[in-house]
C-alpha cells in the first residue's frame, strides 16, 4: 500500500516502542515523517532507520508538555517536510502504579506529558490544516482510559484524551480535520516499566496472556496498523471515534467466564 505517498507525518514519542512501529509504518506506506522524542539520540536513529528504507524523516527533540517546545517541534517538522497531514499523539508518562504510591508532581508529570502534550501539539497543528482544508489527527488512549488497571494518573490522563478527541472531532471536524483515538490493550516493548515488571517475574507476559481472548498481548505493529487506518483517506467517514485494539480485553474477562461456568 502507498496511502501515505506525497504526505507528511509527525509521530510523538517515537524514538521507540508503539510510536518507533507508527513511524515505520507510515513511512512504509510513503509518509515522510518527523521522528518527535524527548530523547534525540533514539529520534535520530528512527530517523536513519527510515531514510536507510528510502523514506524523508527528520528527527526532533521535545518535551510535549511544553508549549514552546510543542510549537517549535510542529514549525521543525514542517520547515524540514513540507506542510502536516497527520499528527500522531502518541508521547505518554507513567510512573506509579497506585494512587498511594502517587505524588502530586507525580500526577502533574504524568497529565502533563499524556493529556497536556497532546493538547498542545493538536493546538499548533489545526490551524496549518484547517487552513488547507485537511488534516488527521490520532491519539494514542489506552484501555486504562476505560477501566481500572492501575496508575492512576496515566488513566486518568488517557481518559481525558478520549473526550479531548472527541472535542476535536467535533470542533474541527467542519475544517476538514478528522480526529480519533486508538486504544491498545498491554503491548510488549522496550519500555523501562515491562522491563521491571519482566525481571520480578519473568512470566509476566505468559500471565498477561490468559487474560486476552487471542492468547496474546499486543505487539507494537498491531497498534501502528490502527493508526495507518484511521490516519488514512479510507477513513474519510470515521471522526471522534475509539479504536479499541486490545485482543478482546474489554469485550469481556475470560478468566472469571472460566471461573463461573468451570470449563475451558
Same mark, same amino acid.
Given at each position: 500500500?502507498?496511502?501515505?505517498?506525497?504526505?507528511?507525518?509527525?509521530?510523538?514519542?517515537?524514538?521507540?516502542?508503539?510510536?518507533?512501529?507508527?513511524?515505520?509504518?507510515?513511512?512504509?506506506?510513503?509518509?515522510?515523517?518527523?521522528?518527535?522524542?524527548?530523547?534525540?539520540?533514539?529520534?535520530?536513529?528512527?530517523?536513519?532507520?527510515?531514510?536507510?528504507?528510502?523514506?524523508?524523516?527528520?528527527?526532533?527533540?521535545?518535551?510535549?508538555?511544553?508549549?514552546?517546545?510543542?510549537? +517549535?517541534? %510542529?514549525?521543525?517538522?514542517? $520547515?524540514?517536510?513540507?506542510? &502536516?497531514?497527520? /499528527?500522531? @499523539?502518541? !508521547?505518554?508518562? =507513567?510512573?506509579?502504579?497506585?494512587?498511594?504510591?502517587?505524588?502530586?508532581?507525580?500526577?502533574?508529570?504524568?497529565?502533563?506529558?499524556?493529556?497536556?502534550?497532546?493538547?498542545?501539539?493538536?493546538?499548533?497543528?489545526?490551524?496549518?490544516?484547517?487552513?488547507?482544508? +485537511?488534516? %488527521?489527527?490520532?491519539?494514542? $488512549?489506552?484501555?486504562?482510559? &476505560?477501566?481500572? /488497571?492501575? @496508575?492512576? !494518573?496515566?488513566? =486518568?490522563?488517557?481518559?481525558?484524551?478520549?473526550?479531548?478527541?472527541?472535542?476535536?472531532?467535533?470542533?474541527?471536524?467542519?475544517?476538514?480535520?478528522?480526529?480519533?483515538?486508538?486504544?491498545?490493550?498491554?503491548?510488549?516493548?522496550?519500555?523501562?516499566?515491562?522491563?521491571?515488571?519482566?525481571?520480578?517475574?519473568? $512470566?509476566?507476559?505468559?500471565? &498477561?496472556?490468559?487474560?486476552?481472548?487471542?492468547?496474546?498481548?499486543?505487539?507494537?505493529?498491531?497498534?501502528?496498523?490502527?493508526?495507518?487506518?484511521?490516519?488514512?483517506?479510507?477513513?474519510?467517514?470515521?471522526?471522534?471515534?475509539?479504536?479499541?485494539?486490545?485482543?478482546?480485553?474489554?469485550?469481556?474477562?475470560?478468566?472469571?467466564?472460566?471461573?463461573?461456568?468451570?470449563?475451558?
Amino acid at each position: 500500500m502507498n496511502r501515505f505517498a506525497g504526505k507528511t507525518a509527525l509521530v510523538t514519542g517515537a524514538g521507540r516502542g508503539i510510536g518507533r512501529a507508527i513511524a515505520t509504518r507510515l513511512a512504509r506506506e510513503g509518509a515522510a515523517v518527523a521522528v518527535l522524542d524527548i530523547d534525540l539520540a533514539a529520534a535520530r536513529k528512527v530517523a536513519e532507520e527510515l531514510r536507510a528504507a528510502g523514506a524523508r524523516a527528520t528527527a526532533i527533540e521535545a518535551d510535549v508538555a511544553d508549549e514552546a517546545q510543542a510549537a +517549535r517541534a %510542529a514549525e521543525a517538522a514542517e $520547515a524540514a517536510l513540507g506542510p &502536516l497531514d497527520v /499528527l500522531v @499523539n502518541n !508521547a505518554a508518562w =507513567a510512573i506509579r502504579g497506585t494512587l498511594a504510591a502517587t505524588g502530586p508532581a507525580d500526577w502533574d508529570r504524568e497529565v502533563a506529558v499524556t493529556l497536556r502534550g497532546p493538547f498542545l501539539l493538536s493546538r499548533a497543528v489545526v490551524p496549518g490544516m484547517s487552513k488547507r482544508g +485537511r488534516g %488527521a489527527i490520532v491519539m494514542i $488512549a489506552s484501555v486504562n482510559g &476505560l477501566l481500572a /488497571l492501575g @496508575n492512576p !494518573a496515566y488513566s =486518568a490522563a488517557k481518559a481525558g484524551l478520549l473526550n479531548l478527541t472527541r472535542s476535536l472531532a467535533v470542533e474541527y471536524g467542519p475544517a476538514g480535520i478528522r480526529t480519533n483515538a486508538v486504544s491498545p490493550g498491554s503491548i510488549r516493548t522496550e519500555h523501562p516499566t515491562w522491563q521491571e515488571r519482566e525481571q520480578r517475574d519473568p $512470566a509476566i507476559f505468559e500471565k &498477561l496472556a490468559r487474560w486476552y481472548p487471542v492468547g496474546r498481548i499486543g505487539r507494537p505493529e498491531d497498534i501502528a496498523a490502527a493508526v495507518a487506518f484511521l490516519a488514512a483517506e479510507e477513513a474519510g467517514f470515521v471522526n471522534g471515534a475509539n479504536l479499541v485494539v486490545d485482543g478482546g480485553l474489554t469485550a469481556g474477562m475470560a478468566p472469571m467466564m472460566q471461573e463461573l461456568t468451570g470449563e475451558g
